[in-house]
Nanobody, 123 residues
């Protein structure tokens, strides 16, 4: 497992942008696939985006395609989620998860999680 810390959340108006970061202290982080998930009040955690260990493969939920971009900088042990054209329905706590295996869109496949960062989009 690896320790993860999310940052970059906040309050933004609809149509605005935010960039989330998922940082790890372990140098082995570069060998982990990473996924971003979100959970709104009263709802289950849902997949947002995922990236393979080397960034060569990315996957997105249909609801965020063309608006969100996942990327990573392994020299900084950090994965980013650039969120543009935010909508009120994007409001949730965003979590990053890591797994030392192939990229996945299923939360149950990830064994390391951060504490989450709140994103609130006002209309």
């Amino acid at each position: 497992q690896v320790q993860l810390v999310e940052s970059g959340g906040g309050l933004v108006q609809a149509g605005g942008s935010l960039r989330l970061s998922c940082a790890a202290s372990e140098r082995t982080f570069s060998s982990y696939a990473v996924g971003w998930f979100r959970q709104a009040p009263g709802k289950e955690r849902e997949f947002v985006a995922a990236i393979s260990w080397n960034g060569g493969s990315t996957h997105y939920a249909d609801s965020v395609k063309a608006r969100f971009t996942i990327s990573r900088d392994n020299s900084k042990n950090t994965v980013y989620l650039q969120m543009n054209t935010l909508k009120p329905e994007d409001t949730a706590v965003y979590y990053c998860g890591a797994r030392r295996a192939l990229v996945s869109s299923f939360a149950a496949d990830f064994d390391s999680w951060g504490q989450g960062t709140q994103v609130t989009v006002s209309s």
